[in-house]
């Protein structure tokens, strides 16, 4: 398999009992790799599917790519100048020598060195030089099997000129237990552009560790956007991007629904390496019953004439939730711009109380006001990747 996941390895078995450094601690010992998944696992979790909208039929797709538990169920693609492939097609024929664990290491922490000693499926998504390939590619991670590990490696690849969009959908079985850790790089080549939408649906008793790096050529532009829209046990996340050339763009948002015993940290990281560049992270939280958020959002300021800003507010739905943010300013040259906005609180009664004045029903009221904090408006996203997040928020929404 090559040289550098031959060094991937040994870097990965000595991290094996190495914590991340935010969240809660597992034994990962407790879960094994499950590779007997199937299409009628799939077909049995349409309802789950439909929750983070997946769409079976592949109508209005780029492409797609099926993944349940570890095994590979379905892969498509449909337009000139796309590739999808799985990850170890690719890496057999060689398309992502180059590319495999130079954004994330394999020894960052416990997880990744799981994923690197046994993630061998996830997908592959290349936009050739100067292809717009205006309809959404869509990939689903689907876990089906009590205690199973998933561990899909992720490799999207926009090359000069280009834009791609991926819609990735994953969710799991009501009734089980399991572990999701999912590496993903990206990279933005030269003036080209990634729409990244994640939409999420856990369950009470499954643990989530996506570990995700994107690298930003000169006058590239990267915008990614997640979902959480169900209780799970544990969810740790921090995507990591950096600016590396003039004028690179990015823009992270999310929407976070806690509800039961949740207990996740997550947020962003961009770093403004190159000169002008731009970076905006804003982060809409909601905590019910006994769930407990963290919000990590940092900008890292080292290219001349740089600018970014973060944006954390949370909402509480419960008086034994908690919500707690952190934003992380930092700069090391003196022209940067950087700012912060961060914000707690709870629904208004006088605002519940004017739509119930006008014949609203007071649960439909909060469900309105609670879609409206939600919304994240982000420009330059395609209208249907828009839909499927709006459509997303209102099912969160009529669900709290």
Known sequence: MGMKLDEALVRARRALDKPA??????????????????????????????????????????????????????????????????????????????????????????YTALNAIYGRRGYVVVAERKRKIREPVQACLFMSSPGGIQVPHNVIIAEEGSELSVYTGCTIMPEVVGLHVGVTEIYVKHGAKVNFVMIHAWNEDAHVRPRTAVLVEEGGTYVEHYINMAPVASLQARPRVTLAGREAKAHLSSVIVAKGRSLMDFGGLIRLEGEETRGEIVSRVIAKDFARTTSRLRLEANGIGCRGHTECNGLMLSKRAQILTIPELLSSVSDAELTHEAAVGKLKEEEIYYLTARGIKRKEAISMLVRGFMNVRIEGLPSKLRRQIDLAIAMAAAGL
């Open 21 to 110: 450094e935010f969240g809660p601690d597992l034994n990962v010992s407790e879960f094994a790799v499950v590779t007997g998944g199937n299409e009628l696992a799939l077909s049995r979790g349409r309802d789950r599917l439909s929750l983070v909208g997946v769409d079976l039929s592949d109508e209005n797709r780029a492409g797609s790519y099926y993944q349940v538990d570890e095994s590979v169920v379905g892969i498509s693609a449909k337009m000139p100048g796309l590739t999808v492939l799985p990850f170890e097609h690719a890496i057999e024929e060689g398309i992502i020598e180059n590319y495999v664990w130079e954004l994330v290491p394999p020894d960052l922490d416990k």
